[in-house]
């Protein structure tokens, strides 16, 4: 570990540098749990080269759209996704998709669950 056995291949890792580079996830939404009535809040940074992307939130399956509960600020390289006064119907799988010129790359946090009056309750009937 003392940094003396790594090989550099200049070449190669400019190439992968090159390739990391395009749209990707840098810091993924996370599975989370939280109490009825408080929010929900998922940050998502995205490292990209290209064009900002189109940035599509979606609910198990359902495209989610700002409301009167939904908050979603997408800023370049940043989407942030906010669920105000959760409910049990907000339990679910929670997914961000980037769509640009450069490639697509999504995140997901697949258990989201939302703990009601001391009683968990997840999309899949489970509380772990």
Same mark, same amino acid.
């Given at each position: 570990?003392?940094?003396?056995?790594?090989?550099?291949?200049a070449?190669?890792?400019?190439?992968?540098?090159?390739?990391?580079? =395009? $749209?990707?996830?840098?810091?993924?939404? #996370?599975d989370?749990?939280?109490?009825?009535?408080? *929010?929900? !809040?998922?940050? +998502?940074?995205?490292?990209?080269?290209?064009?900002?992307?189109?940035?599509?939130?979606?609910?198990?399956?359902?495209v989610?759209?700002?409301?009167?509960?939904?908050?979603?600020?997408?800023?370049?390289?940043?989407? =942030? $996704?906010?669920?105000?006064?959760?409910? #049990?119907?907000?339990?679910?799988t929670?997914?961000? *998709?980037a !769509?640009?010129? +450069?490639?697509?790359?999504t995140?997901?946090?697949?258990?989201?669950?939302v703990?009601?009056?001391?009683q968990?309750?997840?999309?899949?009937?489970?509380c772990?």
């Amino acid at each position: 570990d003392g940094g003396g056995g790594g090989r550099r291949h200049a070449g190669v890792r400019g190439v992968q540098r090159e390739r990391a580079q =395009k $749209l990707r996830i840098v810091t993924p939404i #996370r599975d989370t749990e939280v109490r009825e009535g408080s *929010e929900i !809040v998922f940050n +998502c940074e995205m490292n990209m080269e290209g064009p900002d992307p189109r940035v599509k939130w979606t609910k198990a399956d359902l495209v989610l759209r700002a409301d009167d509960r939904v908050a979603i600020d997408t800023q370049p390289g940043h989407s =942030k $996704l906010s669920v105000a006064r959760t409910t #049990r119907g907000d339990s679910a799988t929670y997914i961000i *998709e980037a !769509v640009n010129t +450069c490639g697509r790359a999504t995140a997901t946090a697949a258990e989201t669950k939302v703990d009601v009056m001391g009683q968990c309750h997840s999309f899949d009937g489970k509380c772990r």
